[in-house]
Every structure is written in structure tokens, then in C-alpha cells.
């Protein structure tokens, strides 16, 4: 079951005190129980020690950046849905992002309503797909643990590529719309270029078919994509 917004605990790491201060009282107020921290490694230790719902990250910190923390916790198999916050914008800062292992990205300055927007969709992503394996033919992929196989060969997906190839695998066989897999992975705000899945999916097939001799992820002109039931 997806934790309601009134049960989520969520660390906030941010170094602007006044900054801090707002995303605290804002999110107290739409019913988030939150913690506060001020750089880079207070946020590392606390979601270490602590449980959190989800974790809203700066990027500037200081002591330790928010790409670097993000990674850290993704290397030690902590899962918790990260929404990283910048003052950069562009598709390649928000890419870094997320191949930390971000879940989302929202570029300051932002709006509140939009950042509870994306809390939200994290949480029903991470939620949505607890204890469930999708699989087609011998491509595998496991929500909880955060992997995915192709037989018997752990896959170097990002964080972005493992949410499309997750979306696809709910629905092999099926044509699956760009502007769908944009809505579903990158969530309704999203306000940059939709060519941007081209390049994801581009991205994943290099790492699924590829190197395995495949071609499970077919483009169908016009429509969008489709994944074989087969795993291709």
C-alpha cells in the first residue's frame, strides 16, 4: 500500500535557511512529518539512520554536493524516492541528476504546488511497483530490490531508464505512446522537451538489446513504442 501524504517522513537537505525554513513549514502544513538538514553530510547520516518516505536534495550543499549523496545511498541499496532540487537548469544538469539515482528534478525557482506534485508521483511510483518482478521472455526486473536482468546479466540501468523499461514491462506486446511514457515516468510538470525519451529509450536499448543481440524494443513510426511479450 502507498503511505498516505499525512504518514510520509520526509528529510529535507537544504543549505538556504530561509529556503529550509519554507519547505518545512510548507510541507508540515500539507501533513509531512519533516527533518531538517543543513549540508550534504548531516543529510547523508540522517538517511542512514533514519527512515524516510521520501528525500527532497539540494544539489549545492555544502561539504558534500547532492549528486554525490544521492549516489552514495543508491550505491548502499537505499531506495528512498529522492527529488533533487537546483538553481540550474537544462536537460544535461537534469540528466546528472537522475543518473545519480534521483527519482525527479525540479529546478528552483519552483513552485510549491508543483514540488508537492512530484513528492506524490515518486511515492506512487515506489508504491505502485512494491514486491512486484515484471518480466518478458528473459528481461526481468525487480521494483523492490531496484534491478533489472536480461537472463542472467545484471543491467547498468539509471534511475530514468529503469523507471521506462518498468513502464514497458506493464505492458509488453503493447503500443505505448511518447507522450504516455513521458505523463507516467517524468510525471504531468514536466516542462522540457518531450524528445527527451527519444534519447532515453535510445539509452536503453544500448544497454538490453544491443549487447545481447536483440531487438525487443521496436519503434513503431508515429505511434510510439512497443516492447515484445518475448523479451525480443
Request: aromatic share 8%; hydrophobic share 45%; net charge negative.
Amino acid at each position: 500500500m502507498t503511505p498516505t501524504l499525512a504518514a510520509m517522513r520526509v528529510l529535507v537537505v537544504e543549505d538556504e535557511a530561509p529556503m529550509a525554513a519554507s519547505l518545512k513549514r510548507g510541507l508540515e502544513a500539507e501533513g509531512f512529518a519533516v527533518d531538517v538538514a543543513a549540508d550534504g553530510e548531516e543529510g547523508l547520516w540522517l538517511a542512514r539512520e533514519q527512515e524516510y518516505d521520501a528525500i527532497v536534495l539540494d544539489v549545492m550543499l555544502p561539504k558534500i554536493n547532492g549528486y554525490v549523496v544521492c549516489r552514495t545511498l543508491r550505491e548502499e541499496e537505499n531506495w528512498t524516492p529522492v527529488v533533487m532540487l537546483t538553481a540550474k537548469d537544462g536537460e544535461l544538469d537534469e540528466a546528472e541528476g537522475l543518473d545519480t539515482g534521483a527519482d525527479d528534478f525540479v529546478t528552483k525557482p519552483f513552485s510549491f504546488v508543483v514540488l508537492i506534485a512530484r513528492l506524490r508521483a515518486v511515492m506512487r511510483r515506489r508504491g505502485a511497483t512494491a514486491a512486484v518482478v515484471l518480466t518478458a521472455g528473459d528481461l526481468r526486473l525487480d521494483a523492490t530490490e531496484g534491478r533489472a536482468w536480461r537472463g542472467d546479466v545484471l543491467l547498468d540501468l539509471t534511475s530514468r531508464e529503469f523507471a521506462i523499461l518498468e513502464y514497458f514491462l506493464t505492458r509488453p506486446g503493447e503500443i505505448v505512446a511518447k507522450s504516455d511514457v513521458l505523463s507516467h515516468v517524468w510525471d504531468f510538470a514536466f516542462e522540457g522537451s518531450p524528445n527527451i525519451v527519444e534519447v532515453y529509450v535510445s539509452s536503453l536499448r544500448k544497454k538490453i538489446d544491443t549487447p545481447f543481440e536483440r531487438s525487443s524494443l521496436e519503434t513503431v513510426r508515429g505511434a510510439g513504442y512497443r516492447l515484445a511479450r518475448d523479451g525480443g
